[in-house]
């Protein structure tokens, strides 16, 4: 009776020690490094977005969005007038202010303005878009903020680009550290996004000149590989 106890107290202990063995080797098996992943992709804009303004005085509120609506209903035909569809232009904003004189003591009379955004399709016909809407009648240009059609397209192969820059990093350093880098547990996008396109201030006369040059789109991922 006695040599059983022991042998079971054995058995009992041996086990024991296995389990704890194996909690032991699962725990320093579980190893993750977490890096930052960048991508960057060059493009070219193939669209450009030009706001127009219209500002017109008169003595008189009605007199003043009277002579604003024909100055502008010249800019929209004008602009037509050079392949850009309806679809293409927007009204951004009308708007209706007394003016006063210097002292500010005595009316003087009204300014009315009204401004349209025109999306361009094709980079080559901008500068005459432009020099076409001022001739119409638009004192004010904006732009061109020069975009891509696919910008979304653009940006996730950014975000690809930013997925394999943060693996090469994570497998140079899974390799100094002598682990085995395994599948990804875990991605958070960086708050950056695709950029906002740059605005270049158009500068109305003949032939006005317009250059796409390029752009950079960039995307940013923190990513969490698990390593053993």
Not at 10 to 30: E, I, K, M, N, P
Not at 95 to 124: I, P
């Amino acid at each position: 009776m006695r040599s059983l106890v022991v042998v079971s107290l054995v058995v009992v202990s041996l086990l024991a020690g296995a389990a704890y063995a194996g909690v032991d080797a699962g725990t320093a098996a579980q190893h993750t490094i977490v890096v930052t992943g960048d991508g960057t992709v060059a493009t070219t804009p193939d669209r450009a977005q030009v706001s127009f303004g219209v500002s017109t005085d008169a003595k008189t509120a009605s007199g003043a969005l009277r002579a604003n609506a024909a100055e502008m209903t010249k800019v929209i035909g004008a602009l037509k007038g050079q392949g850009v569809v309806a679809a293409d232009i927007r009204t951004d904003s009308i708007s209706l202010s007394a003016r006063y004189s210097s002292n500010g003591d005595v009316l003087v009379g009204y300014t009315a303005t009204n401004s349209v955004t025109a999306t361009l399709r094709t980079l080559a016909r901008v500068g005459a878009v432009i020099d076409a809407a001022v001739d119409a009648g638009a004192n004010q240009v904006s732009g061109p903020n020069l975009v891509r059609s696919d910008a979304n397209a653009i940006y996730r192969q950014a975000l690809r680009a930013a997925i394999s820059n943060a693996r090469a990093k994570a497998e140079t350093i899974a390799r100094a550290s002598g682990l085995t880098l395994r599948r990804i547990v875990g991605v958070t996008e960086g708050s950056s996004g695709p950029p906002a396109p740059a605005a270049k201030s158009a500068e109305t006369a003949v032939a006005t000149p317009v250059e796409p040059g390029t752009q950079l789109v960039e995307a940013t991922v923190t990513v969490t590989f698990s390593a053993a």
